[in-house]
Nanobody
Framework: QVQLQESGPGLVKPSQTLSLTCTVS??????????WSWIRQPPGKGLEWMRA???????YYSPSLKSRTSISRDTSKNQFTLHLTSVTPEDTAVYYC????????????????????WGQGTQVTVSS
């Protein structure tokens, strides 16, 4: 059974960079044809896909967040990491990592059904 666990700061100040790491167990992030995503859900809003990294190391982005996000991985630790720069209070959300990638990546809209496995989520609050 694949399990994912998010880790990172729960509170970030405006203008700082948020870094979140997802640790995967029960499967490898380099397994053929697997994709690993970061998704967030702001309070009272729907799921928003942010970035993904493929088994090959190729990366994918949501156009609306491209300029502020990046994704990387450490295959030796079976982890992948999201970086979100210049955060504002509008970035306050529950952040999830998941296995899968949206079929339509022209938009950040996504649903739970596009992912096979999810982390439990981590609350991130942006506040001074």
């Amino acid at each position: 059974q694949v399990q994912l666990q998010e880790s990172g700061p729960g509170l970030v100040k405006p203008s700082q960079t948020l870094s979140l790491t997802c640790t995967v167990s029960g499967g490898s992030i380099t397994t053929y044809y697997t994709y690993w995503s970061w998704i967030r859900q702001p309070p009272g809003k729907g799921l928003e896909w942010m970035r993904a990294i493929a088994y090959s190391g190729s990366t994918y982005y949501s156009p609306s967040l491209k300029s502020r996000t990046s994704i990387s991985r450490d295959t030796s630790k079976n982890q992948f990491t999201l970086h979100l720069t210049s955060v504002t209070p509008e970035d306050t959300a529950v952040y999830y990592c998941a296995r899968g990638i949206p079929r339509n990546r022209a938009t950040s809209e996504t649903t739970r059904y596009e992912y096979a496995y999810w982390g439990q989520g981590t609350q991130v609050t942006v506040s001074s």
